[in-house]
């Protein structure tokens, strides 16, 4: 075999094994979306039929689905040579991974995030040729689900306990008298500014985002949370220079790159903040420049870059249309067109995010 057949063979090969994957993915979504994880987690081994019966599902798709979930090894199954008597149970450690949402290894919610971008494909793929944006709500609720579920855990397990004692000064601000407050930037569904009150009781946060369905989700998690005396929510554009300011922390999480203004929102932040007040940025974690040579890390951020976040950074103008992969030598560049007079990158380790505190 040649060099040319042993490369095309390889790539055949990846392609398959691809596709395989996303399946994979998508019956992910399946047992998330209709809490068969959580039923087996909790009641397990299970035959189809019992596991049908707690879900209120059809036993034959029950089969099918668990069947499919033994031989991609995410579930195991009993060796009864009867298949209606055959039961199936979550491995060991599986569960952190499916059903336990506080979990840094809570992973389910990528299926949500695969039938988010795959719904928007037909205007992506017309974007292509106009070189127009797709707008956020395109999405639909299955990637705002996604974007919230899948960072809710970082919020909950590392902000308050690991990264703002990292910055210089600010947990002694947001843990001290007057009470401090705080302009959450592209908040979301919420779980940021939610992460913030939880950690630090005395502080009031903002929660401003431009999308109406995820400032609802957020109001209704703030409540639920029990911190909704202390967070507010609003629609409103980060960008919007008509913003009251004076806050102790304004903060933006992993939204800078996907604004079609970024410049623009970075000379909103140092307006809010007041004279002594503190901007913090957390953004994507790549290479300095382009490389070929990258991890899966830097390989996922690319698989989101021209079906999401180059969209959705090109819907409206000036459309900077900086894509996922915001470097640290365009962040700075940013930071410094808005007024800023230097970037600080902080000494926080994650595998997805690189924090920068804006100064001058």
């Known amino acids: 075999m040649d060099a040319n057949e042993t490369a095309r063979d390889t790539l055949a090969e990846r392609l398959l094994d691809a596709c395989v994957a996303g399946l994979d993915l998508l019956h992910v979504y399946v047992g998330d979306q209709l809490g068969l994880y959580h039923v087996l987690a909790a009641h397990g081994p299970l035959t189809a039929a019992q596991l049908a019966g707690r879900c209120a599902i059809h036993p034959r798709y029950a089969q099918e689905w668990l069947h499919q979930q033994a031989v991609a090894g995410i579930l195991t199954c009993g060796d009864e040579p009867d298949e209606q008597q055959r039961r199936f149970s979550m491995p060991p450690g599986h569960d952190e991974v499916l059903v336990n949402d506080a979990s840094l290894a809570f992973m389910a919610p990528l299926g949500e995030g695969f039938l988010g971008v795959a719904r928007a494909l037909p205007q992506v793929l017309a974007a292509f040729t106009t070189g127009d944006g797709v707008a956020f709500s395109a999405y639909g609720k299955e990637l705002r689900s996604f974007i919230a579920r899948i960072n809710r855990p970082m919020f ?46 005395l502080v009031h946060v903002t929660g401003l985002d431009l999308d109406d369905a995820s400032i609802a989700d957020a109001a209704a998690n ?30 933006a999480f992993e939204t800078i790159h996907d604004m079609c203004d970024p410049v623009a929102a970075l000379r909103a932040m140092r307006s809010l903040r007041a004279p002594a007040g503190t901007v913090l940025v957390a953004d994507e974690r790549v290479a300095d420049a382009f ?14 870059s021209a079906l999401h976040c180059l969209p959705t950074a090109l819907s409206a103008p000036p459309a900077a249309g900086t894509g996922t992969l915001i470097r640290t030598p365009a962040l700075r560049r940013y930071a410094q067109a808005a007024g800023f007079a230097g970037v600080e990158v902080l000494p926080i380790e994650n595998d997805f995010w690189r924090f920068y505190r804006l100064v001058g």
């Open 156 to 201: 909950t397990n590392l902000l308050a306990e690991d990264w703002f004692p990292r910055v210089p000064g600010l947990a002694e601000r947001l843990s001290a008298q007057p009470a401090a407050r705080v302009a959450d930037i592209g908040c979301g569904s919420g779980w940021s500014s939610i992460a913030i009150a939880l950690g630090f009781p």
């Open 222 to 251: 703030a409540k639920t949370a029990g911190v909704a005396d202390r967070v507010s929510f609003r629609v409103a554009d980060g960008a919007d220079p008509q913003l009251p300011g004076g806050f102790d922390l304004v903060c």
């Open 291 to 304: 490389t070929t040579d990258v991890g899966a890390g830097e390989r996922f951020q690319w698989g989101w």
